[in-house]
């Protein structure tokens, strides 16, 4: 299908950016890559009359190191990050989730600015930036501010992002010494997941686990973080009992969907199986 008409503005700026979306609030959408928004307009289940692409904006496409950090700018792609050498030995495990994402096509165009803020339920992206603490640039009228990954995501397409203000940068820490790893099920006619699971766990050196975050997406409204697995894990020596005692407790009072990829109960069971395969992957690697 053909989206509706509207009117394009290409902001070379942040504030140039933040003063289109406050003129135009109520009817605007931000475009970056445009692999979330362009189906949808095409589909007529959005129809903005203002759309403000943000990808001519300069210092937004680059990756760098922050201290014990790495700061991600919103316009770097999927495959930016599949490729880059300093995420690979620095945060692995934002590679390995990048390289899960849909085709080569949408991971050449596609950006981690607009995965977050699109807050897409079954989205590889906010699985990983959870487990992995990060934190969200968000840029409007005014000025910056950082939010924690855990506090960003309130429901089905729905985050923090107030209609004038954007997602400039991702921040996530070294996890070099960390044991990592993102598995998911997904049809192949979209690579969207059915259920995804992200993985980091520390170890300590007697080989306990000292800490473990777990970031899952797929099957509710939003992505989140199964704390009652994290606490099983947290402090044990992991082997197969406290691994899959950890993996049933990763649904609990969480409310499952159920589509045309499955039942609520499937995908219940499908998170745990998923859930255990993710941590057993994590200590091998």
């Known amino acids: 299908m053909i989206p509706g008409s509207f009117d394009y503005f290409v902001p070379r700026s942040i504030p140039e950016a933040i003063e289109l979306l406050s003129a135009h609030r109520d009817d605007v959408k931000v475009l970056s890559g445009g692999q979330s928004l362009l189906p949808l307009m095409k589909m007529r289940l959005s129809k903005p009359g203002y759309i403000v692409d943000i990808g ?75 487990a ?35 997602v400039s940068a991702v921040r996530v820490p070294f996890t070099d010494k960390d044991k990592t790893a993102y598995l998911k099920a997904a049809p192949r006619s979209s690579g969207f997941a059915v259920v995804g699971v992200a993985v980091r766990i520390t170890m300590d050196a007697a080989g ?6 777990l970031g899952i997406t797929g099957i509710s409204d939003k992505a989140y973080r199964p704390q009652r697995s994290e606490e099983i894990l947290s402090g044990k020596k ?33 998170t745990h199986v998923y859930v255990q395969r993710a941590i057993e992957a994590a200590l091998q690697g």
């Open 56 to 130: 001519k904006i300069p210092g937004l496409d680059g990756i760098v190191e922050e201290g014990n950090s790495l700061v991600l700018g919103a316009l770097v792609t999927h495959a930016q990050i599949e490729h880059s050498v300093l995420l690979q030995k620095r945060c692995p495990l934002l590679p390995q989730t990048a390289a899960t994402i849909a085709d080569i096509q949408i991971r050449n165009r596609g950006t981690i600015g607009g995965s977050v803020a699109h807050a897409d339920p079954a989205g590889d992206m906010p699985a990983a930036i959870m």
């Open 132 to 166: 992995l603490d990060a934190e969200i640039k968000v840029a409007g009228p005014n000025g910056e501010r950082w939010v924690k990954a855990d506090d960003f995501f309130l429901g089905l397409l729905m985050s923090v992002l107030e209609p004038d203000e954007i």
């Open 208 to 213: 306990i686990c000292a800490r473990a975050a």
């Open 238 to 270: 992991l082997d197969s009992r406290i691994i899959a005692e950890a993996a049933a407790e990763s649904t609990r009072n969480i409310e499952v969907i159920e589509d045309i990829n499955g039942s609520s109960e499937y995908r219940t069971h499908l």
